[in-house]
């Protein structure tokens, strides 16, 4: 029903920059979060944004202040706008979505998002 692909990933030196997009086929009449997420070999997949319907986001610490997430209703676009990475933020970038009701509070939590796309790579070196 959801389906979502990423696109953007690409190498880069620390402190470049790097847009990720993924592009959502999902319904209109459902509120969704929608979120970011990242594994690197041999760690466990962790949060990194997410952001609401009502535009409503959060971030992971180690992020914060240097990317920024956003979206497109329009054209069914989630981005994420990555600014002085670090080679920390090497790691597979996955785009997911869960449906909300309520206005509740999106969570940064891998378990709660039922839909996954396929992953970008991104590669930052020192």
């Known amino acids: 029903q959801v389906q979502l692909v990423e696109s953007g990933g690409g190498s880069v030196q620390a402190g470049g920059s790097l847009r990720l997009s993924c592009a959502a086929s999902?319904?209109?009449?459902?509120?969704?979060?929608m979120g970011w997420f990242r594994q690197a070999p041999g760690k466990e997949r962790e949060g990194v944004a997410v952001?609401?319907?009502?535009?409503?986001?959060r971030y992971a610490e180690t992020v914060k202040g240097r990317f920024t997430v956003s979206q497109d209703n329009a054209k069914n676009t989630l981005s994420l706008q990555m600014n002085s990475l670090k080679p920390e933020d090497t790691a597979m970038y996955f785009c997911?979505?869960?449906?909300?009701?309520?206005?509740?509070?999106?969570?940064?939590?891998?378990?709660?998002?039922?839909?996954w796309g396929q992953g970008t790579q991104v590669t930052v070196s020192s």
């Open positions: 997911a979505a869960v449906r909300r009701f309520g206005g509740s509070i999106c969570p940064l939590i891998r378990t709660a998002f039922p839909y």
């Open positions: 999902r319904d209109t009449y459902s509120s969704y979060c």
């Open positions: 952001i609401g319907s009502d535009g409503s986001t």
